[in-house]
């Protein structure tokens, strides 16, 4: 059954889509409904992140399931917020869409939204739509909160302080490469069915990834605040510079101790890639990247799922990768810029 959208007008299709939201923060006092959500934070400080996705630069809806996008739509606006040690708490999502999408479709993009938002405990309280000429856009603003003295900013970072990454790094970009190759393959033709067994942790971090709220919350319960934090979303060489050019810093990132997953490595030697170039330059990785103070070296290493990659140095010093056999190399930002495509 298709649904034409034209069929619920503007209104017609808010209310259709945002029928069966319940609400769950107590913050959030009204949600879609009015002309305007009503938050009340009671003293924290807030905190707004905007992701704009359009298609054909973002995503291609030939191998991006909606349900999927919904999905990661959301996730990577709450990464933004627990990137400033913050808790998301309330979404707004905005959508230009074109005549070839029915109701059923939107649903399934939606069903993706409203289920980040249940895992991660986030309200959708409002947004926009509107017809597009050139595809599908999205645009999702989140809000969170936070305690004035726990926000954690990119400019933080100091001379002898570590860096840790959060999980693993490259396995998105793999996950991208793998798809694009699939659907050149394709070319069309009907039936085609590609084998993606043995590859689905990669394929998942690409096509549905995860904010780190758990890094989160355990560096809340071992009492541990990070100096500067900053989510891995253009890759890990341009973020860390990020961190570091806002710090008026330098640093030195260990080859040796980028941690990358198995898949990743095979399908970067199955594309002839270099795998550091992957896990440096790949992006969309979601992981958080943070620093602290040297002293907290142990108490840190002690929690599981983060990897001391490297430290912080003096401003004069650059940004320098340590390759494995002991050469220094100027670390550049590479990841991705669409800004640039």
Same mark, same amino acid.
């Given at each position: 059954?298709?649904?034409?959208?034209?069929?619920?007008?503007?209104?017609?299709?808010?209310?259709?889509?945002?029928?069966?939201?319940?609400?769950?923060?107590?913050?959030?006092?009204?949600?879609?409904?009015? #002309?305007?959500?009503?938050?009340?934070?009671?003293?924290?400080?807030?905190?707004?992140?905007?992701?704009?996705?359009?298609?054909?630069?973002?995503?291609?809806?030939?191998?991006?399931?909606?349900?999927?996008?919904?999905?990661?739509? @959301?996730?990577?606006?709450?990464?933004?917020?627990?990137?400033?040690?913050?808790?998301?708490?309330?979404?707004?999502?905005?959508?230009?869409?074109?005549?070839?999408?029915?109701?059923?479709?939107? #649903?399934?993009?939606?069903?993706?939204?409203?289920?980040?938002?249940?895992?991660?405990?986030?309200?959708?309280?409002?947004?926009?739509?509107?017809?597009?000429?050139?595809?599908?856009?999205?645009?999702?603003?989140?809000?969170?909160?936070?305690?004035?003295?726990?926000?954690?900013?990119?400019?933080?970072?100091?001379?002898?302080?570590?860096?840790?990454?959060?999980?693993?790094?490259?396995?998105?970009?793999?996950?991208?490469?793998?798809?694009?190759?699939?659907?050149? +393959?394709?070319?069309?033709? @009907?039936?085609?069915?590609?084998?993606?067994?043995?590859?689905?942790?990669?394929?998942?971090?690409?096509?549905?990834?995860? @904010?780190?709220?758990?890094?989160?919350?355990?560096?809340?319960?071992?009492?541990?605040?990070?100096? @500067?934090?900053?989510? +891995?979303?253009?890759?890990?060489?341009?973020?860390?510079?990020?961190?570091?050019?806002?710090?008026?810093?330098?640093?030195?990132?260990?080859?040796?101790?980028?941690?990358?997953?198995?898949?990743?490595? +095979?399908?970067?030697?199955?594309?002839?890639?270099?795998?550091?170039?992957?896990?440096?330059?790949?992006?969309?990785?979601?992981?958080?990247?943070?620093?602290?103070?040297?002293?907290?070296?142990?108490?840190?290493?002690a929690i599981p799922g983060i990897h001391l990659v490297g430290h912080i140095t003096k401003p004069e010093d650059g940004y320098r990768l340590i390759t494995r056999d002991g050469q220094e190399m100027d670390l550049k930002?590479?990841?991705?810029?669409?800004?640039?495509?």
């Open positions: 059954m298709r649904t034409e959208i034209s069929t619920l007008g503007e209104f017609g299709l808010i209310n259709h889509l945002t029928k069966n939201i319940k609400l769950t923060q107590p913050t959030t006092l009204k949600g879609v409904g009015d #002309d305007a959500a009503v938050i009340d934070n009671s003293g924290k400080r807030t905190l707004v992140t905007t992701d704009l996705l359009l298609e054909g630069i973002h995503f291609d809806l030939m191998y991006a399931p909606l349900k999927h996008l919904g999905y990661k739509a @959301a996730a990577v606006n709450f990464s933004d917020i627990y990137a400033m040690n913050g808790k998301p708490q309330q979404i707004t999502v905005s959508l230009g869409i074109s005549k070839r999408f029915s109701v059923e479709e939107l #649903d399934e993009f939606y069903a993706g939204i409203l289920l980040a938002c249940e895992i991660y405990g986030v309200d959708l309280v409002g947004g926009d739509t509107t017809s597009s000429l050139t595809g599908f856009s999205i645009s999702v603003t989140c809000i969170g909160i936070a305690e004035d003295d726990k926000i954690v900013y990119r400019n933080g970072a100091k001379d002898t302080d570590l860096i840790f990454v959060s999980g693993d790094l490259g396995a998105a970009y793999m996950g991208l490469q793998l798809l694009e190759r699939e659907k050149s +393959v394709f070319g069309g033709k @009907a039936g085609f069915q590609p084998d993606f067994s043995g590859k689905e942790y990669i394929l998942e971090r690409q096509l549905k990834p995860e @904010a780190r709220k758990d890094i989160v919350q355990l560096l809340a319960e071992h009492e541990i605040l990070p100096t @500067a934090m900053i989510d +891995v979303s253009d890759g890990l060489s341009s973020d860390i510079i990020h961190i570091c050019k806002q710090s008026n810093t330098g640093c030195r990132i260990f080859e040796e101790r980028l941690p990358i997953d198995y898949q990743t490595a +095979v399908m970067a030697e199955t594309f002839n890639l270099n795998v550091t170039t992957v896990a440096l330059n790949g992006g969309e990785d979601y992981e958080l990247l943070f620093t602290v103070p040297l002293s907290l070296h142990e108490k840190v290493s930002a590479q990841g991705w810029n669409p800004i640039e495509e």
